[in-house]
Every structure is written in C-alpha cells, then in structure tokens.
C-alpha cells in the first residue's frame, strides 16, 4: 500500500508545532528543610516523580533539578524522614521548597549473606588511607570562621499554651508558628548569637587558639554577653571522625571510622554519586546496639582517596544519655593543596528532651563556615598561649549591614525574625521574673542588679555545736565593677550565741594573663579538717558537712591576703599569706615539747595562733578556662594531667604565731579516656612535714560521717580520724556508663550507669608528734583520743549505680582496714545528687 506524500508533511507539521512545548525544560530550585527544627537538610534526594532524574541537596539544603521531560510533581526523601512530594508546573522556571517531617524507626535487622559486605573493602581504605587523609598530619592550619548559635523552646503543646505563664505570651506565641514553615512545629526563641573568628591549630607540639573578632548576641536572660562571646568560636565545634573517639557534651563516641570499626557498626553501600569533582560512595551505618554511644548515618567516601568528603551522624534517643532526644552532626569537607581534608561547613543540632509531660522541650543548633584556609605555616608555641581571645571590640554589634558583610552567607528570613521575636520576649514581665529565678537556681546566687544575694542553700542549717544557724550574705558582681569585686557574710548561731562573719575584696589586675589580688577575713567555726579552699569546687559537700553532730570543731580568726597570676600558657603562680587562729569546741590539748610527756604535771595547751606564707605552682597544659563575669571558669583537664605543688612557711611570732614550720605538697589529678570502659578520674597526692606541730597542724586527713557521697573525701573514715606528717594518697574513680548495665534485658530500659571506687592512703606520724599530744586537757579533762596509720594503710573501695531516675547517684562502699576501731564503719551506703548528661 502506497502512502500519499501528503500524509507525511501533515506528520511533519505536526512534529514541527508540538516539538518547542515537549523540549521546553522544566526547572526547580529549592530548599529542603526539618519540619521540627527549620534547619536545612543536606544531601537529601530530589528527584521527579517515577523518574531517576534529580539530584541531592547541598549542605545548606538547597537544591536544582531540571528535566526536559518532567513528570507532575518531585518527591524528596532522606533516611530518617517520611518521603514527600509537590506539585510541579512543566516548562517553567520555579521555586519550591519541601519540609521533611522525622520518621521514627527502629534500627533496620541486618541480613548477613554469603560473600563480603561490599562496604568493608571501602572502610579497610579509609583506615588504610588515614595519614594522607586527616587533618591532624598538617603540621599546622589556619582559617576565617563564621559561627552561629541558637536556642529555642520547643515541643510547645496546647496544653503547655494554657499555663498561666504561656497565656502572658501566647500573642508571641501565635506569631511564631511561621517560623519554621506552613507544616512546621511552633518553637519560641531564647538565644542567637553570630560570630567571626580566626582559629589556628600547629600538630607538634597540640596547641590551637581563637580569636573572637566579632560577636552579635541577643538573648533571654543574657545582660552580659561577656561569657558567652567566648563561646561563639568554631573552639567547641571541632568534630573529627578519623579520631576513634569523638568526645560530645563529655562523652566519649566511637566514629564509625575507628580502628576497630566492624566491633561497633554495621554498614550498607548503598549508592554512588558525584559530590562536586568527586565520585563518591554513599554508606549508611548504624550501632550494633542502640543503647551504645555510637552513630547512625550516612557518609560519603570519595573513591580517589577514601577521604571522607561528608558526613550525616545522629545519636538518638535510645542511646544512654541523658536528656537527650537526638543529636545530629553534619559536616562537609575540602581537600587541601597538601592532601589532608579540613571541615569546611559543620552543622550541629542538639534537641534535649522534656522532663515531663508537663514541660517543654529545648533546641539547640549551631553552625559553623570555615573559608581562606593556611596550612603548614605554623607559628610559634608562644603565639598559642591562650586558647581562646576575645578583641576588646568584639561586642560592637555595628550595622546589619556591616553584619551582611561579615556573614559567609545571608540569614534566611526565619533567622532575621528571631532576633525580633527575643527582643520582645526579653521585655515581658513574666519572663524576666522566671529567668531571674532559674538563675538564683543555677548560681546559688539571686541577682539584685550589681549586686547578688547568698549562697541561699546555706541560709539555714543545723549543727551540735551551734544548733540552728542562719547565715546571709552577697557579692558584687561585673555590672558594679568589671575590675573589684566585694563580697560578706554574716551568721548567727542560737545555741552558741556567736556571731559568724566573712569578707573579702578582689581586682583583677590583668584579664588576658590573669593576675588578681585578694584580701580575705572570716571568724566562723568548722569541722577540723575541712579545708574551704579545696573544696570550693563541691559546695553541695560543704553545704552539707554543716548539718550534724560537729565532734571535732573549732573557732578560728583567719586573715589571708594573696595574689595569682599566670605567667605563660598552662603555668600559674599563687602566693598567700594567711594567719589564723585555733580555738578548739571539744577537748584537746597538746605539749609544746615532745619531752614535756615524760615530765609529770608539764602544762599543756589548748589554743595556738599561725602565721604563714605559700607559694603554689599549678601546670595544666590544656586546661581551658573562660571568664563569666569577675570570675574564671575551668572547663576540665583534656588529655594531660595537671600538677600542683605548694610550699609553705610558718614564721614565729609575726602577728603572735606560735611555731616555724614547713610543708611540701604535691598533687596530680588526671583524666584517662578509656574508650569502651568509659573515663578514669586519678588524684594522686602526697605531703610532707617535717616539723614537730600540734596535730591540727598536720594531715589531718578527710573523713566523712555524712550521709552524701564526696569524692574529695574518705567516705567510711571519721572525722578527725587519723593524722600524719607525711603520707601518699591515691583517689581512683572509673565511670563505665552503661557498658555491664546497656547488656541486660529490661535494666537497659533504666539506662543505668555503674561506678567504681577507690580510696588509699598511707601515712606516718613521727614519734615526736605523737609525744606532743596530751591526754588531759589544761582543766584536767580527758582529750579526744587521736589515730595514726601503723604500718597499713588505710582502704576503702567502693561500686555504685549512677543515673537514677537521671539525677541520683548510690554509692556501696567497703572499708578494708583498720576494722577493729571502735567507731570504725565496715560498710555504708551513701547517696548524691549530681547533674550528668
């Protein structure tokens, strides 16, 4: 059959008219974000619907696709959210942006098949390849930083919305539903803050510091950004997978990149893709049990180098730490001329839980873009000699406009409206009364402006000595002066009809080396061998050593000028004079010669007066601090442990002081990371007196007769039990999270944690200040008797369950020695209250 000519130019036509509305493209750009949180979600998967055509989100969630043939919608999908699709229009250019909501699921069963996982080979090149790929084989880098921080209030409920507080900002409240999106969730901002920083880092030896710039913060409750510029910096966002262990919020993590990777993780290959110039394959990875503190993700090797290039790693709720609903890390990494990879984009989120179902639930999320990297160019050691700088002009906010500038990208409108959205918070009523509460909480301290009144949980305790005691006092703080601090306290007791009273006066002399000058005085009365100035650390303890029956106690007058100053990085100088008074409230006497003992009716004694100096040297050579106000703040050893060694010198006879003396001490406190078995804390110490003194004077070594558990003390000793003049003490305690407890069937619902302890010392007391105690005291009355180690020293050990009910802590411990003592405790159970994540 012949077909007409005719037929064909009609075919023809046609092709020619429908061609141009067939071929014209279809273009959609966009942004896929968390419904929950507003935050981008990189590396998602945007593809049109029934087709492969599409693409992956970058690191800020953006994305562009485009088809020739388009179908009628695009569907978005990343692992851990429920896939969602939008419409499209063909042929046009078009903005649409996708809101992906969590799926909660449970870790997928693994399916071992004959064969290899085709995933091990390429893990056996990441380890394989790590010295050309880690940063931490640079001998020295260097980069422009841009962070961003903000915390917010979410898991806001109706019900939550009817308390009587929430109705007095439900007007804010209701304007903040845009904030996240048409679908998202409400939240109610409380804190952002910008910065720009310059951080540098040299290998040999590990020294890094940061220099604040600029720092823009506007906050709920934040009158003194001072604190928090500190903290802006990319310091506290370093996340390095190739290390085995990544510590978060003081917990140790194992990468899914460590050494013993297959011990920990199970792995699937799941695709391959070009990320930029490089082909990468994509592993998703998840925890051999979810109660471990390990990953679940995905990552993306490049096939070159077996580098990482980008990771997506989220702890969930299921692992055993507290208050923690999940923790998401997402970071992006560029290769740089020498090889090793550096972080150039980090993305955290931190969602903490509500406590119950009557409160509220927390989001914290911090960003951080790192531009113009250096490498290899290292400075000297003295140019790291503070970790953290803050510019004096740091907190000059300057122009948005100027804040454009400064930013690697723009803020995103949502980001814009907070800071109005916390400035209208900071000016309601309400809000201000209820954060000035949580801070009297936190503190210890309520603040009246420029001046804080407390510590309130000493307002009213009880004692033997002094029966009901109630004390008061206040400090200045940094809105009174940014150089001198002042501070009192008064205290009465209403059965010794004594009144107590302390002050002291400080200036900071230099904030960058920190030197500061304090004159202190205080007439009080305390348990023999408690020492304030070691314990200021746990004040929950001195708290509560002032409650109970005071068997050994004594008045005492204390006047103590001293100075501090750091002379370079990790090494500090302290010098004290301190005099002080002895006035004991039970019996005791002593012979001022040790022959006096052997001649009978020699006087004896019962009140003495001191006068001394000290020097302390303390090196800690990673030790962070940061200033809050007119104090500095430690923020914990890291990997070295730090030393102090203290010599002090009693003069005679300066301001009425009875004895010449010297003592050396030396102490060690280290912090050991332990991988799987958790972290070691050590303390060891040792003193040495060589002088002949009234036993007060010496070792007297801390007991214990409270019912809270102290780790500064020998919990099932008495007090005032054994003394010495010269002794070694070594304090151990291992915290194994949940490593026993994570593996038993129901109890791992508790997400207990077990603890173990160790407490020795050994000790001497010469003969010749044994000679110096009496057994009567000046009006003839028998003395306290007093102990000394003979030959053995003394034991305790001791196992416990912390992270009861999240705050509670139980301690089980065993007294090994020295058990025939009359008042000796062979076991006691002792509890605490402690705040741990």
Known sequence: ???????????????????PTLAQETIVRGKVTDAGTGDPIPFANVVFKGTTTGGTTDF??????????????????YIGYRPRSKAVKRGIDQVINIQLTEEKTNLQEVVVKAGENPAWPILRGVVDNRDKNDKRRLDAYEYDTYTKTEVDIDHITDQFRQKKVMKKIAQVLDSIDRVVGEDGKP???????????KYYYRERPQLSTETILRTKINGVGLDDGTMVSQLVGSTFQEYNFYQNWVPIINKNFVSPLADGWRLYYDYDLMDSVYLGDDFCYRIDFYPKSPLELAFTGTMWITKKEYALKQMDASIGKEANVNFIDRIKIQQELTKTEAGQWLPMKNRVLINISELSKQSVGLLAK?????????????HEQSFYERRINVAEDAQVFGEE?????????????????VYQMIDTLKNIPVVKTYTEIFKAIVDGYYSLGKVEVGPYLRTFTWNSVEGFRIQGGFKTNSKYSKKMTYGAMLAYGFDDHRVKASGFAERIIDRRKWTVIKLSARTDVVRLGIDDDQLASNQLFLTAVRWGNYRRAYYFDEVSPSIKRDLFKGFSQRIAFRYTSFDPTYPFAYYKDPGDAL??????????????VFFESRYARDETYIQNGNERVSL??????????????????????DYQFNKFRLQVDKRIRMGVLGVGMMTLAGEYIPDKLPYPLLGVHLGNQSFLYSQFAYNLMNFGEFVSDRYVTLRYRQFLEGLLLNRIPLMNKLKWRLVATTNIIYGELSQENRNLIASQTPDGSATYPTGYFSGTPYVEVGYGVENIFHFFRIDFIHRLTYLSKPDARPFGVLATVQFKL
Not at 401 to 417: I, Q, V
Not at 604 to 612: A, G, I, Q, R, V
Request: glycine share 6%.
């Open 60 to 77: 800020d969630g953006k994305f562009t696709i485009r088809a020739i043939r388009a179908t009628d919608s695009i569907i978005a999908s």
């Open 401 to 417: 406009k100027y804040w454009d500038t400064l930013r690697h990208e723009p803020l995103s409108s949502t980001e814009r409206s």
């Open 366 to 378: 911090f960003y951080t873009s790192n531009k113009n990297f250096v490498i290899n160019k290292p």
């Open 187 to 197: 939240i109610l901002p409380l804190f952002i803050t910008e910065g720009v920083s």
């Open 599 to 612: 001649v009978p009716g020699a006087p004896t004694y019962n009140k003495f007066e001191t006068s001394e």
């Open 1 to 19: 059959m012949k077909i007409p000519a005719a037929f064909f130019r009609f075919l023809a036509l046609i092709v020619v008219t429908v061609t």
């Open 636 to 657: 914990g050893l890291r990997k070295w442990p730090a030393i102090t060694f203290r010599y002090t010198r009693g003069i005679p006879t300066l301001f009425g002081s």
